[in-house]
């Protein structure tokens, strides 16, 4: 029954973007599916770039982050049947950021791909098994983060490649609005506001990314091409209903402090909250649907459909009160702060809003910091891990 619900928890993953995307979207993702199932598997992954491309495109920004673990999940699965084991393993990383306890039917998927996943799945246990080996015991979700563990974000942002096919939005009098508030300065916000023609505000782009170059001797600017790299990851992963990622709170925290050393999550608890719980369904009627039509007839199939209407359907809505804390250790943090440690608390609840960071004094210390930092070393605050 394991192996069905966690099979089936994919499906959902999928059946939510088919739900949200454009017309096409769905069509070329029931394409590269269906060139997997065939064998074509380097058509599949033609495919799934050019999905990844459709998606990055500014009228599709709702749906990318429901699109990313489907296509790192048959990226993976395509790279593996095809002998590419090293690339199959990172696109599984990115699969399991989303879905860490995904497990796969045998009957349904090749030999090759499942040992891909749990060959990425090992990977990604190994830290955290060294650190407990050292460690008395485990911390809490809002405790000291574990020594030596790398958090889901910070190893699917190793893993990600950012794609050429990212389109920049056009230089407007928006420009100030979007991710790079974040490191404006006060005296640079009044002197983009009052520039009023295309020429004036290319000028003033060119010499903003000018002064931060950490190496202005070269043809590259690390500090921009590192920035729009973790707008972009944002974009993807950070995404609240119509707010794009890099410009929610959880990606202003990460664009200016990169990938947190370790992430904790739980419910927020009776009593800690006034809501009353509310529940919700693992699985719609139209889940149900799909599997009557995919499946087939057969005792197989009646068990499928019996686990996902049953009572055990209906689960506590945790994610309607949810606290997510991004732990920094003093390595990841800007120079200069005297914590060995800063906690990043955003909180989901209904009627209070998705992933709100709560803003204490050492939280805003931390990221008032890392602005300086950028400002004064031009340079950013902290390579990735």
Request: charged share 25%; glycine share 6%; with cysteine.
């Amino acid at each position: 029954m394991r192996r069905t619900l966690l099979h089936a928890s994919l499906a959902l993953l999928l059946a939510a973007f088919v739900l949200s995307a454009p017309a096409d979207l769905p069509r070329l993702f029931h394409k590269a599916k269906e060139q997997f199932r065939i064998a074509s598997y380097a058509e599949a992954l033609a495919t799934l770039d050019v999905i990844a491309s459709e998606a990055e495109l500014p009228e599709n920004a709702n749906v990318r982050a429901s699109v990313r673990p489907g296509l790192s999940f048959y990226r993976g699965s395509c790279l593996a049947m095809l002998g590419r084991s090293v690339e199959a393993r990172e696109q599984f990383e990115i699969f399991l950021a989303y879905s860490p306890n995904a497990s796969l039917d045998p009957g349904t998927y090749p030999k090759k791909v499942i040992a891909a996943l749990e060959e990425a799945r090992l990977d990604l246990r190994k830290p955290r098994e060294t650190a407990a080996a050292e460690a008395p015991a485990a911390a809490p979700a809002s405790g000291p983060a574990p020594q030596g563990e790398e958090s889901a974000i910070a190893t699917a942002y190793r893993a990600y490649k950012k794609s050429d096919n990212v389109r920049q939005p056009l230089l407007s009098e928006d420009w100030a609005e979007g991710p790079v508030r974040f490191l404006l300065t006060p005296e640079e916000r009044r002197s983009f506001a009052v520039l009023s023609d295309p020429v004036s505000r290319s000028e003033f782009v060119n010499a903003f990314w000018k002064s931060r170059d950490p190496r202005p001797e070269t043809v590259e600017n690390e500090f921009r091409e590192e920035f729009e790299r973790r707008v972009a990851f944002a974009d993807i992963h950070f995404t609240e209903n119509e707010i794009r990622g890099s410009v929610t709170d959880r990606g202003m925290v990460f664009l200016l402090l990169g990938p947190p050393t370790y992430v904790g999550r739980k419910p927020i608890r009776t009593g800690e909250d006034t809501s009353d719980p509310t529940g919700m369904v693992r699985f719609t009627r139209n889940d149900v649907t799909t599997v009557e039509k995919t499946s087939g007839s057969g005792s197989a199939t009646n068990v499928k459909i019996e686990n996902m209407t049953g009572p055990a359907n209906a689960i506590p809505d945790a994610r309607g009160r949810w606290r997510e804390v991004w732990h920094y250790r003093r390595e990841v943090l800007p120079p200069g702060l005297p914590y060995t440690q800063v906690d990043f608390e955003f909180i989901t609840s209904s009627g209070y809003g998705n992933n709100v960071l709560q803003r204490e004094p050492t939280t805003l210390n931390a990221l008032d910091a890392a602005r300086r930092a950028i400002v004064v070393d031009r340079s950013v605050s902290r390579a990735p891990r």
